[in-house]
Antibody, heavy 129, light 107 residues
Framework: QLQLQESGPGLVKPSETLSLTCSVS??????????WGWVRQPPGKGLEWIGS???????TYNPSLKSRVSVSVHTSENHFALKLSSVTAADTAEYFC?????????????????????WGQGTMVTVSS | DIQMTQSPSSLSAAVGDRVTITCRAS??????VAWYQKKPGKAPKLLIY???SLESEAPSRFSGSGSGTEFTLSISSLQPDDFATYYC?????????FGGGTKVEIK
């Protein structure tokens, strides 16, 4: 059974870069049937999609974060990663990695879009000096 | 971006009650809505995809309906394990967006 596990620092200083890895077990990030994404939830707030990557390396990002975010896939190591630069306290959140079935292709934007069916347990990242 | 407006933002219900949560999209999104259950400290759990399809591990008391701009999630008989926050997500158009959530509390 596919499992996802986030890893990375729990504390990041303001203006620095948040880096997280999502390790995939029981399946492969190289599957053409899925894309891989990141979602976050700030304390007391709702869910926010951050970005996604397809096995080919094609990426799509939330426009509100696009200038600061990078998502990459590493097929040889079977994981994918998130980098968020110039963080502030507003980036304090629980970060989740997730898998999405590649079932709906948005022709207007040229991106895979869809739900997330399998999630990692999440990792809390606090931005503070 | 497509806005997803959930209502109510919270509700109180008793075990055994039928519960209905609504999500309205700011423009038509066909059938492309998913519903999740979220508990504190846990990952979101996919319940419904494509508006009405039950995820394989979700209990059958959960159901979804709707198309276009209005969608509902129903719980036929609320169980103790169902007290949580529920989120809708539009999966039709980039960027995907979530509703604000509906917290289901014990009455």
């Amino acid at each position: 059974q596919l499992q996802l596990q986030e890893s990375g620092p729990g504390l990041v200083k303001p203006s620095e870069t948040l880096s997280l890895t999502c390790s995939v077990s029981g399946g492969s990030v190289s599957s053409s049937s899925y894309y891989w994404g990141w979602v976050r939830q700030p304390p007391g707030k709702g869910l926010e999609w951050i970005g996604s990557v397809y096995y080919s390396g094609s990426t799509t990002y939330n426009p509100s974060l696009k200038s600061r975010v990078s998502v990459s896939v590493h097929t040889s190591e079977n994981h994918f990663a998130l980098k968020l630069s110039s963080v502030t306290a507003a980036d304090t959140a629980e970060y989740f990695c997730a898998r999405g079935p590649a079932e709906n292709y948005d022709l207007r934007s040229g991106h895979w879009v869809g739900a997330f069916d399998i999630w990692g347990q999440g990792t809390m990242v606090t931005v503070s000096s | 971006d497509i806005q997803m407006t959930q209502s109510p933002s919270s509700l109180s219900a008793a075990v055994g009650d039928r519960v209905t949560i609504t999500c309205r999209a700011s423009e038509s999104i066909g059938k492309w809505v998913a519903w999740y259950q979220k508990k504190p400290g846990k990952a979101p759990k996919l319940l419904i995809y494509q508006a009405s399809s039950l995820e394989s591990e979700a209990p059958s008391r959960f159901s979804g309906s709707g198309s276009g701009t209005e969608f509902t999630l129903s719980i036929s008989s609320l169980q103790p394990d169902d007290f949580a926050t529920y989120y809708c997500q539009q999966c039709n158009t980039y960027p995907v967006t979530f509703g604000g959530g509906t917290k289901v509390e014990i009455k």
